[in-house]
């Protein structure tokens, strides 16, 4: 298959690295070149291994991401690896930060592995290079792409898969807001004060029964639900026996398989 895809791994959570590092050396067009957990460890192995691509956490001992990605674009005489960094609700201003240094793509915790592997190949295909497509309010390419995909329908069918019932409110709620972030993925860092408000005013109620309706949709599905269909939908990096998601990542996930969904149509 030619030259394989070069990847570090760098997070300060051993198990996460270590699945990550099993997933990633069972693709046979991927390489794990090194593993790193801290920001200087993960200096170290981008300037020996010369990756391709860098899965980077934001906050780490040491050197955070965000002093790595300083780093890496202070080098002159290496080719740039492509960057997925890892981030969690709370990072929005970090988030940011990394952003102006030219993260090529976000990822939220938890997340699918299969979304990852996706957003790897996309990141590392020889083709003409456009800016990078950031996480940003600005995604018309992400949820423009595949019109064949209707993306109403889809997201009904991936909500009946996972079990929430049709008829409880936070069902329309979750609904709405799966389909709003496809459109608009700024709004997951400002969900108390734009989604919930957003999606309140179209049923004509308050924000904070349309957070408790959505918690209440969510509690029902991990308690009726298939436990096959959700680690399926939800991937490997949540333990659904022990973890139910909370809103905001519930909301994520699910726009983001969208998104893959529609790029890949």
Not at 187 to 207: H, N, Q, R, S, W
Request: proline share 5%; with cysteine.
């Amino acid at each position: 298959m030619g030259k394989k895809i070069k990847i570090i791994v760098a997070d300060d959570n051993r198990n996460l690295c270590q699945m990550l590092q099993n997933y990633l050396q069972g693709q046979e067009d991927l390489i794990v070149v090194g593993v790193a957990n801290n920001g200087l460890e993960a200096w170290e192995l981008i300037q020996t291994q010369e990756p391709d691509l860098i899965i980077l956490d934001l906050v780490m001992p040491n050197l955070d991401g965000l002093g790595v990605l300083e780093r890496v674009n202070s080098r002159t005489t290496m080719t740039r690896p492509k960057v997925i960094m890892l981030t969690a609700f709370g990072q929005e201003s970090l988030t940011h930060q990394a952003m102006l240094l030219g993260v090529d793509y976000f990822i939220l915790k938890p997340f699918d592995l299969e979304i990852l592997n996706k957003r790897i190949r996309s990141l590392t295909q020889d083709v003409p290079t456009n800016p990078p497509a950031q996480f940003t309010s600005n995604a018309p390419a992400v949820t423009s792409v595949g019109n064949g995909v209707n993306l109403s329908v889809e997201v009904t069918s991936m909500m009946h898969q996972i079990g929430i019932p049709a008829h409880v409110k936070g069902y329309q709620y979750i609904r709405d807001a799966i389909l709003m972030v496809v459109e608009d993925v700024s709004l997951l860092g400002a969900v108390t004060k734009e989604l919930y408000p957003g999606i309140a005013k179209k049923f004509d109620t308050a924000p904070s029964r349309v957070e408790r309706g959505i918690r209440h949709a969510i509690e029902l599905a991990w308690e009726r639900g298939h436990t096959d269909t959700l680690k399926r939908i939800f991937g490997y990096s949540m333990n659904i026996e022990r973890q139910k998601p909370t809103n905001s990542e519930f909301i994520a996930l699910l726009a983001d398989k969208l998104r893959v969904m529609s790029k890949v149509s």
